[in-house]
C-alpha cells in the first residue's frame, strides 16, 4: 500500500474554538508534509449519524492510502475503544461507535486495531474529554509517515465493530419506503433510499396535507415550495426551492418518508 500522505479531519467541534485546529497542530508536529483536509467540523454535536454519512459520501474521492480521522464521540474518556481500520485503499481511525460503519458497508476490513500504544499518542496521559487531540490526530500522523497499522495498536477481529444501523429502505408493490439519515447545511432531508430504486419511475410523496413531487431539479417547483430528487450524493432527497425543507416540514433523523410510484 502507496504510504498515506493525506489526512482528513471530520469533527462535531465548530468553528468557534481552536480545537479543530489543535488536531492540525498535532499533526504537523509528527507529519509537518501531509496535506491535512477538513471535510467538515460542522457535524451536530454529538449526532454519531450525521458523521457516518458525511464520512460515507466523502471516503471515494480521495486518493488511494489517504488516513481519515473522525471525531464525534460522546463517548470519550468511557469504556468504548479507540481504533484504527485499515481498507484496500485507505485507513480509518475513529471512536468505535458506528461513525464508520457507512464506509464498512461497501469497504470490506483487512485489519482492525485498538489504539492501546501511548507511544503514538500524544503523551501517556491523554485527557479524558479531548481523544481527538491526545489519541486520534497523533496516530493519524504516524500512519501517515508510515508506520504500520500493526504497530500503532492491538490487533482486533474487524466483525467485532460496532454498527449504527439504519432501516433499510423497502418496496412494496408500487410503494418505497426508508427513512431520513442526513441533514445537510440547506436543510435539505437526504434518504436511505437509492437512485436505483426509483429509476425509470413516476413518483411522489405526502408529507400531511402536502403533495410533494419528485423531480430532476429544484427549479422544477416554484420557489418556497418542497420537492423530491436525486442528490449529487446519489439519494433521493426532500428539498426545497430556494428554502430549507427541515424547517418547512419539520423531520429530524429518522424521520419516515413513503413514495408512491406510477
Not at 61 to 78: L, M
Not at 135 to 148: E, M, N
Request: proline share 8%; aromatic share 6%; charged share 10%.
Amino acid at each position: 500500500m502507496t504510504t498515506p500522505r493525506v489526512i482528513t479531519l471530520l469533527t462535531d467541534f465548530g468553528l468557534a474554538d481552536s480545537y479543530g485546529a489543535m488536531l492540525k497542530g498535532v499533526i504537523a508536529q509528527i507529519a509537518p508534509t501531509a496535506t491535512v483536509i477538513d471535510l467538515t467540523h460542522q457535524i451536530p454535536p454529538q449526532n454519531v449519524a450525521a458523521a457516518r454519512f458525511q464520512l460515507m459520501t466523502a471516503y471515494a474521492y480521495f486518493p488511494r492510502g489517504t488516513v481519515h480521522v473522525a471525531v464525534v464521540d460522546p463517548g470519550v474518556g468511557s469504556q468504548r475503544r479507540a481504533i484504527a481500520v485499515e481498507l484496500d485503499d485507505g485507513i480509518l481511525v475513529a471512536p468505535d461507535n458506528g461513525l464508520i460503519s457507512g464506509v464498512l458497508q461497501t469497504k470490506r476490513p483487512q485489519a482492525a486495531v485498538v489504539l492501546n500504544r501511548p507511544q503514538y499518542w500524544r503523551n501517556a496521559n491523554p485527557s479524558a474529554t479531548f481523544h481527538g487531540r491526545d489519541i486520534f490526530a497523533p496516530v493519524a500522523a504516524h500512519l501517515a509517515q508510515g508506520v504500520p497499522l500493526q504497530v500503532v495498536g492491538e490487533a482486533i477481529a474487524p466483525d467485532s465493530l460496532v454498527d449504527l444501523p439504519l432501516p433499510a429502505w423497502q418496496r412494496s408493490g408500487n410503494t418505497i419506503t426508508g427513512c431520513i439519515q442526513a441533514i445537510d447545511h440547506f436543510g435539505n432531508g437526504i434518504t436511505t433510499i437509492p437512485a436505483a430504486a426509483i429509476a425509470g419511475c413516476q413518483w411522489h410523496s405526502t408529507w400531511g396535507d402536502r403533495l410533494i413531487p419528485g423531480a430532476h431539479t429544484y427549479t422544477d417547483v416554484p420557489v418556497g415550495e418542497p420537492l423530491l430528487l436525486v442528490g449529487s450524493h446519489g439519494w433521493v432527497e426532500l428539498a426545497v426551492n430556494q428554502g430549507n425543507a427541515q424547517q418547512l416540514l419539520g423531520f429530524t433523523w429518522g424521520s419516515p418518508l413513503r413514495l408512491d410510484l406510477s
